[in-house]
Every structure is written in C-alpha cells, then in structure tokens.
C-alpha cells in the first residue's frame, strides 16, 4: 500500500510515518503543500493520501482527484472505507484521507486511525506547551508588576500582591491582565 | 439561549453571518452563534454534511452538488436563504495588459479579446477558480463559450485556492482567475492582476453564496433554523446599508474574519475598486448584494440554472433536475418571516434573465422592486422549460 503523508507540520508528519513503519507499511512518502502538490501526487499514484484538514490546497486535490476518477484509478475521500464515527473522528481531528477504489475497508481504518491519534496527540501537545508558555509569561508579568509597585509605593511583596489582587478583583479582571497594564504603563511613563 | 455553529471561509461575502453575530441579531433571536472558519470549501462541506456544523456559508452549486452525491459524503441541504449575490472578479495576469480590453470594456470584448489571444499563442488559455462547484466556475463557463470559445481546446480551467493565486500569477502558471473578494483586490496589490470585469457585468443577479443547513438539522430543529433565518436577514439589511459599509468593513477585518485591511475590504462593499498597479479605479456600486432587491431570496429557478449549467457540462445528470431545484427553499425563509414585515416576492420563481430595469414585482407587501437580472449575452431562462432561448 503506497500511502502519502501532505502535511506542512514536520514534526507531526514525521511522526506518523514512523507509527505506519510499525504497522508494516513502507512505501510512505511525505509531501509539503505547495503549488505543484497536485502534480506531484498524480505522478506518485498513491493507495491512500492523509491530508492536514487545514490546508488549503484540499480543494485543488480533490479536484484533481475528480478527474483521476475517469481516468485509472479513482480516489474519493471517507466513502465506504469507513464508518460514520469513524469519519467524525477524522474531521474533529483534523486529517483526511483519500483512498483508491477497492480498498479493504479495515486497512483503510487501520492507517486512518493512526494519523487520527497522532494528529490528537500533537495537538495535546501543542495545548499544553501553548498553555505552560502562558503561564510562565504571566507569572514574569506578575513578578515584574509586583517588582515596580514595591519600588514606586515603598510595599512588601505581600502588599504588592494584595494590592494586584484587590484591583483585579474591583475591575472584574484577571491578576495577570492588572500586572501587564501595570508594567506597560511604568515603560509608557519612563 | 440556543448554540449554533456556523462554518465559514474568510470572504468579504461573509459578512450577512458576521453581522448576525456582531450586532446581535443572532442574540435577539435567542440564538449564540459560534463562527468557525475553515481553509476550504471541502471542509465546510465535510463539517456540515456530517453535523460538525449547524449550518454553513457555502457556494450556491456546491448545497446542489452535496445534495446530489457529487461533492463528497451525499448529504440533502436545504438552502433557505442566500448570503449574497455576484461579487465575484474577473482577473488578468498582468502582463496581458497591454493585449487585452481595458476594465469597463464589457464581457463580449474581453471574451473575444481571451479568445484571439488563446488562438495567437496556440495554447490555452488557463484560469483558475477556487472550487470546481462554484458560480465563478459555471459563470466562467457560460461567458466563454456565449464568446463563441471552445472550452476543451481554448481554455485550460483549474481549482486553485485563492490565497495561492498571487504565486501562480507570479509563476505564470495562470493567465487568469475568477475570485471573490478580498482575494481580487489582494492580487492587484501584489502587482500581480488586473481586474478586468465583475460578476454582475455577467449575471447580476447570480446567487453567489447560500446560507446551507442539513434538511435533517431543519426537521429536527424547526424553531432554530427559523431564528437563524430571522437574525440573518435582519444581519443582510443591516450590511446593505451604505452607512454601514465602514463599521461593518472594521468587523470584517478583525483577524477572526476575514483579517485584511478594512480600506481593501470596503473596496467590496461600496464597489470602488483599484483595478491594477497603476492605481487605475473603477466604480462597479451593484458588484456585491446582501438583501436589497430581494437579493436573500432563494429564487428556486435559480437553482434550476445552476443544474442545467451543470447538466450542459456534464457535471449532473438532467433526471436529478427537481431534486436540484428543491435545495433553494423559499417555503422555509416564508415560515420564517411569517410574522415579520418582510416584503417577499409572491411566486417563488421566475424566469431568469428577463429584467434590464429595476422593476416592480407582486410581493406580500405590494412594494417590492426586483434589479436587473439580465444574462450579459441577453439570453432568457425559464425554469418550465430548462433551456436556453435569445
């Protein structure tokens, strides 16, 4: 089964291939949306094509696959090879996959669910990398505001902190959101 | 508070969906929309076929072909109301401007200038459109061979994405596309296009993008599925308003949306376009429509034009004509207004193409006053009869 991987993420692309290599496949080949894709993947002939639902170039592709139908081998995206939830769970994640014509419905799913749960472990991952940089912004925010309101009012760190605490809570605002107004502000009035 | 789920691409002709949120029609209406933009046309469809989405911002003969099995998972959608008309762009690459008719010249000029230039160079001449069932494509379709061109031998027709035509004007992989906004305008800021004829030099009145739903989500959710309708036709005649062009040109451009420029978005909306990059302008002030003329009416025999172009290029088969028709569904945008002052035309369909003038029709309020819908080749549709007669 030649299966091909359009993906612009390197990592997650790689990532994949490396879980189908454990199933056994090994004609995998990777690609890169860009504005020769159509050709490129009608020249390599593939069984099955996982796209990233995100990119853009899936209308040219399914295009092109349209046409292909009425030539060799036809390649249409979800049909037959799989079931409702199956489909469902493909798109919440955010990868599709064409399939040639004739292809066993469990092989299908076998190589669709592995994209799937790659897709959603990288966006875990990019959840909680996304929500761990947050985090640590805001907690540099917060110690430089407190940092200014001990120099500028004379307090100690409890008081600078209470006092972010009692604005935020007069203003119906977060602590970190006060401590950015309050650090912008001191490079404002510099 | 009812949820709903809309999907959308990032178009200027999105803005009856915005607005609905926005200004909060949605929310007298009862309903919280959340607006979910997607990369592709394959996407909004997929979302909404398999119920990721209420309902959709979709192209006209894209709710025909998921409704007929010809656009990926076979799915009836029912399109109560249409989110826009014309707005789409005619495009050149650059460097045929010197060969070919200078904006305002007409579609038979343009057309017949594409077709020597086609003959000239003894290749074809190729154009993109942003998706294989679409207006821009079926448009394109009828104004070139109207032109007397060839389609299998003169013109080369692709689906390109429009955020990637600019670099396939750059690498002269096109000569050509038919886009909607802000994509047009964005090619002629790179320097890369002109545009050279809007959509309604072709067909005025052509339903451009339809407000789409699963007839099944309909029947399961009648109450729903009329306050949508409520709150976007309220949403229409809010963003039809000139007045409105400059807030509504600031909303669009919030990076959740469409995320360009307000100035190039307004271009759209008030129809005062920089053509190419000389700066030339041209006024096209009826290029883009939301609700005026009953532009949010889903006339059914617009429907059946739709299927007939696509039975004339062998997309659709002539025996799937009815159930074609039935997806534009005026009967459910009726029960809709029911209790609103909504000045709706009394039939539900008309021949199409037979209007040169702005002309008074029956309507349910007695003031109703249809535009010009003529075809630019004055060529007369009527939907009893699903041919062509000039």
Not at chain 2, 178 to 203: F, K, M, N, T, Y
Not at chain 2, 347 to 371: H, Q
């Amino acid at each position: 089964m030649k299966i091909v991987v359009v993906d612009t993420d390197r990592e997650r692309a790689k990532s994949i291939e490396a879980a189908l290599r454990t199933t056994g496949a090994s004609d995998i080949v990777m690609l890169t949306p860009d504005s020769n894709l159509t050709e490129q993947i009608a020249e390599l002939d593939a069984d099955v094509v996982l796209i990233d639902l995100n990119s853009p170039t899936r209308d040219a592709l399914e295009q092109m696959f349209a046409v292909t139908r009425s030539i060799r081998r036809p390649v249409a995206m979800f049909v037959d090879a799989s079931g409702a939830e199956s489909i469902s769970a493909a798109i919440d994640a955010g990868v599709g996959a064409y399939v040639v014509d004739g292809m066993r419905p469990e092989r299908v799913r076998a190589v669709l669910d592995l994209a799937v749960s790659r897709f959603n472990a990288t966006a875990q991952m990019q959840s909680e990398l996304s929500a761990a940089r947050t985090a640590l912004e805001e907690r540099k925010m917060v110690d430089r505001a407190k940092g200014l309101l001990m120099k500028s009012r004379n307090l100690s760190e409890e008081e600078a902190y209470a006092l972010l605490r009692k604005s935020a809570m007069d203003r119906g605002k977060r602590i970190p959101e006060i401590a950015e107004t309050i650090v912008t502000a001191a490079e404002l009035l510099q | 508070m009812t949820e709903l789920r809309i999907g959308f691409v990032p178009l200027v002709d999105c803005a009856p969906l915005v607005v609905a949120k926005e200004l909060h029609f949605a929310e007298a209406e009862g309903l919280t929309l959340t607006l979910k933009p997607e990369q592709s046309w394959s996407n909004v469809r997929d979302k909404l076929a398999i119920g990721s989405i209420d309902a959709a911002h979709l192209l006209s003969p894209l709710a025909l072909a998921t409704t007929l099995g010809l656009s990926g998972l076979k799915v009836d959608i029912a399109a109560p109301l249409v989110l826009s008309r014309a707005g789409q762009l005619v495009c050149l690459a650059e460097r045929h401007r010197a060969s070919l008719a200078a904006v305002g010249a007409g579609p038979r000029a343009v057309g017949e200038a594409i077709r020597s230039l086609a003959t000239d160079r003894g290749a074809p001449f190729r154009l993109a459109v942003p998706f294989f069932f679409s207006m821009h494509h079926y448009l394109l379709r009828y104004w070139l061979s109207a032109c007397g061109m060839d389609l299998n031998a003169s013109v080369k027709i692709d689906v390109i994405p429009p955020s990637f035509m600019r670099d396939a004007f750059l690498a002269g992989q096109i000569d050509g596309c038919v886009v909607g906004e802000p994509w047009g305008s964005l090619c002629v800021e790179a320097g890369q296009a002109e545009i050279i004829l809007g959509g309604d030099a072709l067909w005025p009145a052509s339903p451009e993008k339809v407000l789409g739903l699963r007839r099944s989500y309909i029947d399961e959710n009648p109450e729903a599925t009329a306050a949508l309708i409520r709150a976007v036709w309220a949403a229409a005649r809010w963003a039809d308003d000139p007045a409105n062009f400059g807030l509504l040109s600031e909303i669009l451009a919030r990076p959740e949306y469409v995320g360009q420029s307000a100035e190039l978005i307004e271009r759209a909306l008030s129809g005062s376009f920089t053509v190419n990059a000389s700066g030339t302008q041209y006024l096209a002030p009826d290029l883009l429509s939301f609700f005026n003329g009953a532009a949010a009416f889903p006339w059914r025999s617009q429907a059946r034009w739709i299927h007939a172009q696509m039975v004339r290029w062998g997309h659709a088969r002539p025996t799937d004509a009815e159930t074609a028709a039935q997806v534009f569904s005026p009967d459910i945008l009726r029960h809709a207004l029911e209790k609103s002052n909504a000045d709706l035309p009394g039939a539900n369909e008309k021949v199409e193409g037979a209007l040169d003038v702005p002309t008074g029709v029956a309507s349910t309020r007695g003031s109703l006053v249809l535009r010009p819908d003529a075809f630019f080749d004055g060529a007369v549709f009527d939907p009893n009869l699903h041919k062509f007669q000039t």
